[in-house]
C-alpha cells in the first residue's frame, strides 16, 4: 500500500463521521451528507496522488465536501425556494444552551430518533457514523445485504419525511432517548471489538475509540444514569484486552490464553471504579441495568489474575441476574459457558443444544458448541461444529484461531 492510499484509509477511519455529521448539521440532508463525503473522499484518491496528502485531511475532506453539496444544490435545484434553501447552508441555526457542541452526537440521536424502528435506528448509525458498509452491517444483524440497504434507505427516507431534526433531544426527553443511543454505540464498540468483514483488520480499533469517546460525552451529559456508565465500563473493561487479543500472525487469542500482563491497567483501574460505583447504587436499592451486569461480568474476569483464579460462580450468578433482564439465546449461550466451568461440559451443551433453532446461523453457537464436544471427546461431531462455525464466521483473526482448533483435534 502506498503512503497515499495508506493516509486515504486512516482518513475514512478517523474522518469519515466527522465529515458526514459536519455536512448534515449544514444540510440537514443524510443523503446529501453520505455522497458527497464519498465523493471527497473519491477525489482525495485522485488529488492526493498528484498533489500529496495536505497537511490537515480532515478540513480538506470537509471542505471538498462542502463545496460539492453546494454545487448539487445549485445545479439540481433552479427555482427560488430553492436558491434561499441553498443559501442557508451558509448558516447554522443556533444550538440550544447547554447542548454538548459536538455534531456526531447530534447525527447519532438523529439517527436513533424514536420514529425510527431500533434495527432501522442502529443499522443507520453504523453506516453515517461507523462508516460501515452495508455487507459489514448486514454480516452483524444477520441478515441478507440486500435487506440492509432497503433498512437504511427507508430509514434515510422517514428522517426527511418526518422532518426529524438534526439536533440535541431537550432536557425532557433526553433520559428516553438514551437507550436507544446505547444499544447502537454498543454495536458499534462490537463491530470494532470482533470485526465482522473478512476484508478488514480482525480488531477495528478506530470504532471502539469513537464508541467510547462518545460513550463518554454521553457520560457527561447524563452522569447520574446508571446504563450509561455501566456501558462505559464495559467497553473500558473490554477494550483493555484489545492488545492481547491478536496474536503477532493475526489470530484471535481466547481469554484463557491471552498475557494477562499485556492489558491496560489504567483503563481496568477506570472501569473498576465505575462498576463499583454502580454496585454501590445497587445497594443503596437502585436496580441494576443490562449494561451494568456486562460490565460487573468483565469486573470478575480482569480482577483474576490468572484464568483458573475467575470466580465463574460470581459470574454464573452475574448471568441468572441477566437472564431475568434479558432472556436471549445469546445471553444464555453466554451463561452457558460459565455453567461448563462449574458442572462440566456435558451440562453446558445440554443447554447449547436447546439453543440450535434460535442460533443456527450465529458463529458463536457453534464454536462453542464445537468446544464443549472437544472436551468431551467427540472429535468427529466438535469438527464438524467448527467447520460450521468457520464457514460463518466473518472475522479474519477467529477464522484462524477456529482452524487452528479444528486442526488439533486427533
Not at 382 to 408: K, P
Request: proline share 4%; glycine share 6%; net charge negative.
Amino acid at each position: 500500500m502506498s503512503d497515499v492510499e495508506e493516509a486515504i484509509t486512516r482518513a475514512h477511519h478517523d474522518e469519515w463521521a466527522r465529515v458526514v455529521a459536519a455536512l448534515t448539521r449544514r444540510f440537514g440532508d443524510l443523503d446529501i451528507a453520505e455522497e458527497v463525503a464519498a465523493e471527497a473522499f473519491a477525489t482525495a484518491v485522485e488529488r492526493w496522488r498528484a498533489d500529496g496528502v495536505p497537511p490537515n485531511p480532515g478540513a480538506w475532506l470537509t471542505t471538498t465536501a462542502n463545496r460539492k453539496a453546494i454545487d448539487r444544490i445549485r445545479r439540481e435545484n433552479k427555482r427560488d425556494d430553492k436558491h434561499r434553501e441553498a443559501q442557508m447552508t451558509y448558516d447554522d441555526p443556533p444550538e440550544p444552551v447547554g447542548a454538548i457542541d459536538d455534531d456526531r452526537l447530534r447525527l447519532i440521536f438523529t439517527c436513533c430518533h424514536p420514529a425510527l424502528a431500533m434495527e432501522a435506528r442502529v443499522a443507520l448509525t453504523l453506516r453515517m457514523l461507523g462508516g460501515l458498509t452495508v455487507p459489514e452491517i448486514a454480516r452483524a444483524f444477520l441478515v441478507q445485504g440486500t435487506t440492509m440497504e432497503r433498512r437504511i434507505t427507508r430509514a434515510k427516507a422517514k428522517i426527511k419525511a418526518a422532518r426529524i431534526p438534526y439536533r440535541m433531544p431537550s432536557a425532557d426527553d433526553l433520559p428516553a432517548r438514551v437507550s436507544g443511543v446505547l444499544a447502537v454505540l454498543f454495536l458499534v464498540f462490537n463491530e470494532g471489538y470482533l470485526a465482522s468483514g473478512p476484508d478488514t483488520d480482525p480488531v477495528r480499533h478506530e470504532l471502539t475509540t469513537e464508541a467510547i469517546r462518545l460513550t463518554r460525552l454521553i457520560r457527561a451529559l447524563l452522569p447520574q444514569d446508571g446504563e450509561v456508565a455501566g456501558l462505559l465500563a464495559l467497553m473500558l473493561l473490554t477494550e483493555a484486552r484489545r492488545t492481547a487479543r491478536i496474536s503477532a500472525n493475526g489470530e484471535l487469542v481466547a481469554l484463557d490464553e491471552q498475557d494477562r500482563g499485556a492489558w491496560d491497567a489504567e483503563l481496568i483501574a477506570e472501569g473498576h471504579r465505575l462498576v463499583r460505583e454502580r454496585l454501590a447504587a445497587a445497594a443503596a436499592g437502585v436496580a441494576p441495568g443490562r449494561y451494568q451486569i456486562l460490565a460487573a461480568i468483565n469486573a470478575v474476569h480482569t480482577s483474576a489474575r490468572d484464568i483458573r483464579d475467575t470466580d465463574w460462580s460470581q459470574v454464573l450468578a452475574l448471568y441468572d441476574q441477566l437472564v431475568r433482564l434479558d432472556p436471549s439465546p445469546i445471553i444464555a449461550l453466554n451463561r452457558a459457558i460459565a455453567v461448563a466451568e462449574l458442572d462440566g461440559p456435558e451440562v453446558a451443551l445440554a443447554i447449547v443444544d436447546h439453543l440450535a433453532e434460535a442460533l443456527a446461523g450465529y458463529h458463536a453457537y457453534h464454536a462453542t458448541r464445537a468446544d464443549l464436544l472437544r472436551r468431551l471427546g467427540q472429535s468427529q461431531q466438535s469438527r464438524a461444529a467448527y467447520d460450521r462455525a468457520i464457514e460463518l464466521a466473518g472475522n479474519t483473526g477467529e477464522t484462524v484461531y477456529l482452524t487452528r482448533r479444528r486442526d488439533q483435534l486427533q
